[in-house]
């Protein structure tokens, strides 16, 4: 996954957690009110610290995507990170080009253009990460107010807990 360059620390602290992940876990609330999971790619975190994957337009999940959860975890290296926070279609076949990659083309091969190809948007609200060597839970909230307002995160929306 390819991470740019963060507007503030938090995020920064996130992306360097993350960015050797080729698949999170993606969750949404179905219709019936159930939780649903399903492995994801994610193929960049942008400036703002918004997440962008490959999704199939015809896919249930586009319309799930109010409240979302996308979880990473690597027992070996002791990481464990869930992003809490909304998403977004978008169409524009240019971008999706430009992130295009091989393993994407099982699932659409007819490429980066093709009709049924979609990018989605995750935006994170909150974090939880675990830092498993220092037996720490760290939650980050506010993080999509302090996005807006270009304000960092303060100890006053950070928490750490020890487990």
């Given amino acids: ?8 620390a938090e995020f920064t602290r996130i992306g360097t957690q993350i960015e050797q992940f080729s698949v999170a ?10 939780l649903i ?9 942008d400036a703002s ?4 994957l490959f ?19 690597d027992a070996q ?10 998403g977004e279609i978008y169409a524009e076949h240019g971008d999706a080009e430009k992130l295009w990659t091989s393993f994407a083309e099982s699932w659409f091969p007819d490429g980066p253009d ?3 190809l979609a990018l989605l948007k995750f935006v994170p609200d909150a974090a ?14 506010g993080m999509a107010s302090c996005v807006v307002s270009g304000e960092p995160i303060t100890t006053a929306t950070t928490a750490v807990a020890q487990n």
Avoid: C
Wanted: glycine share 6%.
């Fill in 49 to 52: 610290g918004a997440l962008w």
């Fill in 37 to 45: 999971s399903r492995p994801m790619s994610p193929l960049k975190m």
């Fill in 77 to 86: 290296r002791a990481i464990y990170v869930s992003l809490s926070g909304h």
């Fill in 55 to 73: 999704t199939d337009v015809r896919s249930a999940k586009v319309e799930q995507l109010r409240v979302v959860n996308l979880t990473f975890s």
């Fill in 114 to 116: 093709s009709s049924r």
């Fill in 128 to 141: 939880d990460y675990w830092d498993a060597t220092h037996r720490k839970m760290v939650r980050v909230l």
């Fill in 1 to 8: 996954m390819k991470i740019e360059a963060q507007d503030n």
């Fill in 25 to 34: 876990m993606l969750t949404s609330i179905d219709g019936d009110g159930a």
